[in-house]
T-cell receptor
């Protein structure tokens, strides 16, 4: 397995545009997580899936953000009407069990201009 | 809800000197504790974890961390720092077996090993 894959690696978009990021977890991992990391901060939790079910969403996830994991495989994170404050590194991680810890992807860096 | 405090945002250490990165957590229930490392231009990698049992856990590259329940700490140590240890280190906590599986991260400590 090649690990957790995230695409694209970088995205520059104009304010007000919609963007979508993709995450392909390790194939046998049923848990998938999205985090956001800004400069000088640790990763902040956004949302969590177990198989295809979205079990928890952070209050950070405004109604402009939506995430899906159809069929419990890859996941997408969409941000509508992007704002400059959305500029950050968006991280995806997966795991098989809570006690395993996460395997992270390399992230998608979003810049909103 | 759990939280993590990493008081030191930057730790400079001369090469071959001992390294200590501090981590304190807060939680009302039993926890799992993790240290992650982020090398320049790379993703986060799991360094070591504490689940239960022995309070001292070790990684393959010489780091160790000790779980101290009374002090709610999980400090990371290495007897002798190496240039290749220069990276950002994040401490993280999750609530063990309570169905709340998200990791809460600290703000990170940038370790710089000085030649």
């Amino acid at each position: 397995d090649t690990g957790v894959s995230q695409n694209p690696r970088h995205k520059i978009t104009k304010r007000g545009q919609n963007v979508t990021f993709r995450c392909d977890p390790i194939s046998e991992h049923n848990r998938l997580y999205w985090y956001r990391q800004t400069l000088g901060q640790g990763p902040e939790f956004l949302t969590y899936f177990q198989n295809e079910a979205q079990l928890e969403k952070s209050r950070l996830l405004s109604d402009r953000f939506s995430a899906e994991r159809p069929k419990g495989s890859f996941s997408t994170l969409e941000i509508q009407r992007t704002e400059q404050g959305d500029s950050a590194m968006y991280l995806c991680a997966s795991s098989l069990r809570e006690s395993d810890g996460y395997t992270f992807g390399s992230g998608t860096r979003l810049t909103v201009v | 809800a759990q939280s993590v405090t990493q008081l030191d945002s930057q730790v400079p250490v001369f090469e071959e000197a001992p390294v200590e990165l501090r981590c304190n957590y807060s939680s009302s229930v039993s926890v799992y504790l993790f240290w992650y490392v982020q090398y320049p231009n790379q993703g986060l990698q799991l360094l070591l974890k504490y689940l239960s049992g022995s309070t001292l856990v070790e990684s393959i590259n010489g780091f160790e961390a000790e779980f101290n329940k009374s002090q709610t700490s999980f400090h990371l140590r290495k007897p002798s720092g190496h240039i290749s240890d220069t990276a950002e280190y994040f401490c993280a906590v999750s609530e063990a077996n309570f169905g709340n599986e998200k990791l809460t991260f600290g703000t990170g400590t940038r370790l710089t090993i000085i030649p």
